[in-house]
């Protein structure tokens, strides 16, 4: 006896499809849609607008400043000037001359006079809180949280000095000439940049000092010139060839070569800002790469020809041209841009939400607040 089994047949219905060729449209244009949202979602929204704007001497040479309890100081060749925050004058300052460096530190400020060797240290109410006069001319100076750093010129000698000016330590160095240095403010590791000339040859070395003047490391740069050193947690070298981080003991991290010119570069936060050409070499154009701290390139956005400087904020950073600037999010879109009449001399980030421009003879401060 045998039996037929009829099979069940199933009916496919138009909606059925339609779910089908969504949820495949989805997984298909997924990412593409998250992107999207990401950019939507959080994409900084600013409007940075002018909320002073200051005439100073046109003739000067030295045109920078910095915030102090909210007050605004800037160096305007033989002067240094405080406006409160409502653009008011609140004191001038004379200056022995142009060659001077003045350093924020902490709450308060460091007149450096390069030429006599000068040093002060200064509120923001004006008052010199104290003052010592060094024996020859001042070539660099450096600070970190407690110390200043002093290196005089054509003596290879870097005095530390206390926030009174006292001197806790001392390094001679005797194997060249020191052309840089710089510290770590939080930790007050010092870098010494050295260039000597050995049966002929050129040397170049990096040497690292405690805070107490002894030295941790040293390594041949196996003669780089190098034009940037930066210091965070590690040490950040921009040579003539290549790119170069080291640990604190100066053990290599990452080293990266590259083969176009540079235009700028800054560091922070653990990554490697740097203008340059681009790799095509394709005119009218120029690039923003972004490094971590391996020297794995990260991010990167197409700029202008005429771009020659990145400032770095805590929120946002500046691209520049002479007379523009493009204010970017960190993810290097480009949020607003600022066109002036004049070239610009400076730019500098004054809060995470504020930056100053410097021109022929204006200061002008803008805000997103």
């Known amino acids: 006896m045998s039996s037929n089994k009829k099979q069940k047949k199933y009916k496919v219905y138009p909606i059925e499809i339609l779910y089908l060729v969504i949820i495949s449209l989805i997984v298909f244009l997924a990412p593409m849609i998250f992107d999207i949202a990401k950019d939507i979602i959080f994409k900084s929204n600013i409007d940075m607008k002018k909320i002073m704007e200051l005439e100073i001497d046109e003739k000067t040479l030295n045109k920078h400043g910095f915030l102090i309890k909210d007050k605004l100081m800037i160096q305007s060749g033989e002067n240094l000037i405080c406006f409160n925050e409502n653009g008011e004058e609140e004191w001038t300052r004379p200056l022995k001359s142009e060659n001077t460096r003045i350093l ?38 450096s600070v970190s949280k407690e110390s200043l750093y002093v290196l005089m010129d054509s003596e290879n000698k870097i005095l ?29 590791e010092l870098i010494l940049y050295t260039i000597s000339i050995e049966s002929g040859e050129i040397k170049t070395f990096c040497i690292v000092y405690d805070k107490n003047a002894n030295v941790i490391a040293s390594l041949d ?52 800002y740097v203008i340059c050409n681009t790799a ?22 197409k700029l202008a020809e005429t771009t020659n400087k990145i400032v770095n ?22 949020l607003q841009e ?6 610009i001399e400076e730019i500098k980030w004054i809060s995470e939400d504020s930056f100053y421009i410097v021109d022929n003879n204006r200061l002008i401060i803008y805000s997103n607040k």
């Open 104 to 141: 924020k530190w902490n709450d308060k400020y460091i007149i450096a006079d390069l030429n006599s060797g000068r040093l002060a240290i200064v509120d923001s109410e004006n008052t010199i809180l104290c003052e010592k006069e060094l024996k020859g001319k001042i070539s660099d100076i």
């Open 160 to 188: 530390i000095l206390n926030a009174n000016l006292k001197e806790s330590g001392k390094i001679n160095y005797e194997h060249g000439d020191v052309l840089k240095i710089a510290s770590n403010f939080e930790s007050a």
């Open 221 to 272: 740069l196996n003669k780089s010139l190098i034009f940037d050193i930066f210091m965070e947690d590690n040490i950040v070298m921009v040579s003539d060839e290549n790119f170069l981080v080291f640990n604190k003991i100066v053990r290599p991290i990452a080293e990266q070569s590259y083969s176009t010119s540079l235009t700028d570069t800054d560091f922070k936060n653990g990554k490697l």
């Open 280 to 301: 095509e070499g394709n005119a009218g154009e120029k690039e923003l790469i972004v490094y971590d701290i391996n020297l794995n390139q990260v991010n990167r956005a």
């Open 313 to 334: 904020g805590d929120k946002y950073l500046i691209c520049a041209s002479d007379k523009r600037i493009s204010v970017m999010d960190k993810g290097l879109n480009i």
């Open 338 to 343: 600022i066109n002036l009449n004049d070239t």
